[in-house]
T-cell receptor
Framework: GAGVSQSPSNKVTEKGKDVELRCDPI?????LYWYRQSLGQGLEFLIYFQGNSAPDKSGLPSDRFSAERTGGSVSTLTIQRTQQEDSAVYLC????????????FGPGTRLTVL | QKEVEQDPGPLSVPEGAIVSLNCTYSNSAFQYFMWYRQYSRKGPELLMYTYSSGNKEDGRFTAQVDKSSKYISLFIRDSQPSDSATYLC???????????FGGGTRVLVKP
């Protein structure tokens, strides 16, 4: 079956611009996660959605970062006023239920902020 | 100090050798232990998942957990060039939702 998909695969933007990254989870998965992978910091948790519950935003690095999940499926991660330190690979994962269930990752969006 | 420590490598081995990877963690609340493999410019894919101390084997892969020492290992037997990738350990708390990752070890298996 189809796995987690993300778009775009690559995004180059100028400092100060806003960007939107999209994630389509595996059909039927109620849990969705965003992670960021950068050279200096490794793979870090950003935000977690589970069904209709309030999201766990504890990993968002600043208020420039926000995410939403519409209809319990597709999610969009928005970064406002991008900075060079935002350059990283943004990975989305989904799982069938809660966090201890296997998380399946998408291919990621490589963001470069010039 | 990071919650999960992992040697970044690179680890270079000849084809057919055993690859030995490990991570240490600091928080005893971590209860579920995973190993992911990540090829260049791809997302991580799950290799092994275990939640108890001891060994778990799947084909050429063996995952080992020692909760008393807070130490986890992954062994790859009969390594192949296709095993060349970055291996990430990931740990999660019993009631948690986020994965906490080690920094990853880059492995190169030379033909």
């Amino acid at each position: 079956g189809a796995g987690v998909s993300q778009s775009p695969s690559n995004k180059v933007t100028e400092k100060g611009k806003d960007v939107e990254l999209r994630c389509d989870p595996i059909s039927g998965h109620t849990a969705l996660y965003w992670y960021r992978q950068s050279l200096g910091q490794g793979l870090e948790f950003l935000i977690y959605f589970q069904g209709n519950s309030a999201p766990d935003k504890s990993g968002l690095p600043s208020d420039r970062f926000s995410a939403e999940r519409t209809g319990g499926s597709v999610s969009t991660l928005t970064i406002q006023r991008t900075q060079q330190e935002d350059s990283a690979v943004y990975l989305c994962a989904s799982s069938s239920n809660r966090g201890a269930d296997t998380q399946y990752f998408g291919p990621g969006t490589r963001l470069t902020v010039l | 100090q990071k919650e999960v420590e992992q040697d970044p490598g690179p680890l270079s081995v000849p084809e057919g050798a055993i690859v030995s990877l490990n991570c240490t963690y600091s928080n005893s609340a971590f209860q579920y232990f995973m190993w992911y493999r990540q090829y260049s410019r791809k997302g991580p894919e799950l290799l092994m998942y275990t939640y108890s101390s001891g060994n778990k084997e799947d084909g050429r892969f063996t995952a080992q957990v020692d909760k008393s020492s807070k130490y986890i290992s992954l062994f790859i037997r009969d390594s192949q060039p296709s095993d060349s990738a970055t291996y990430l350990c990931a740990i999660i708390k019993a009631a948690g939702n986020k994965l906490t990752f080690g920094g990853g070890t880059r492995v190169l298996v030379k033909p």
